[in-house]
């Protein structure tokens, strides 16, 4: 089978939206430069778009027109090494997602446990921040909470009562499993983190045992958040500063 046959094929099976590179359809370096002829044909075509070198896009058709991939779908070719996830985004990208704040940043931030990612996707950066842990499919929802928590002083135009809340249902919305794994994933990241983490799940009654966070703090250690106190009438037990 011809080189263009085999990536037209390929292609068709994809569905809209979805990103590609040459390693997604398995195309040997042998057979790069009549892969590349075939490619740019398609987008002549309009069959698919380019995003960068080397990365493109199959675009989803809408009664609106020609929608883009999302964040996540543009910066997958970053976020997974041979198949498995290594990275996941954070910042405020994140937190717009989650429904937190309501600014687009500029630049995105993309964290890794051993490698330093910075992507430019067309007008879309990427910058590089270290996460506290190795990364995976199984952890890095868990990841992206924790974040949440970490820069919850820092998160702008952040509504405090809607931001707990929001975190509350997520934790409890998690299963017995995932509660375990993300307190034990807290245990590596910063005490004020611990804190509020413990603090909201005995408020919320989320399902779980949270005193090995609270047997992790140092007992003469405050933390300082922009809460209000009537949110947070436990904060105390956990050495919360609170408005």
Not at 25 to 33: D, I, Q
């Amino acid at each position: 089978m011809r080189v263009a046959q085999k990536i037209e094929q390929q292609i068709q099976q994809l569905p809209e939206g979805t990103t590609f590179d040459y390693q997604t359809l398995m195309v040997e370096r042998s057979e790069y430069a009549a892969a590349s002829k075939a490619l740019e044909r398609l987008i002549k075509k309009e069959i698919i778009n380019r995003i960068s070198s080397g990365i493109f896009y199959k675009p989803k058709q809408t009664v609106f027109g020609t929608l883009k991939p999302n964040e996540q779908e543009l910066l997958k070719t970053y976020l997974f090494e041979d198949g498995k996830r290594i990275a996941y985004i954070t910042g405020s990208s994140l937190y717009n997602r989650l429904g937190l704040t309501t600014q687009v940043p500029k630049i995105i931030k993309i964290a890794c446990r051993d490698k330093r990612i910075f992507a430019t996707v067309g007008n879309m950066k990427g910058k590089a921040v270290k996460s506290y842990v190795d990364v995976n499919d199984d952890n890095y929802y868990l990841l992206e909470l924790l974040d949440a928590i970490k820069d919850f002083n820092q998160i702008p135009d952040l509504d405090p009562v809607s931001a707990l809340t929001l975190l509350a249902n997520k934790f409890n919305s998690l299963s017995n499993e995932d509660l375990n794994s993300l307190i034990t994933i807290a245990l590596k990241y910063p005490p004020r983190v611990r804190a509020l983490l413990g603090a909201i799940m005995e408020k919320f009654n989320t399902k779980t045992n949270s005193t090995i966070l609270k047997n992790s703090l140092n007992p003469l250690s405050e933390y300082q958040y922009n809460i209000p106190d009537s949110l947070l009438s436990n904060g105390s037990n956990w050495k919360l500063k609170l408005k």
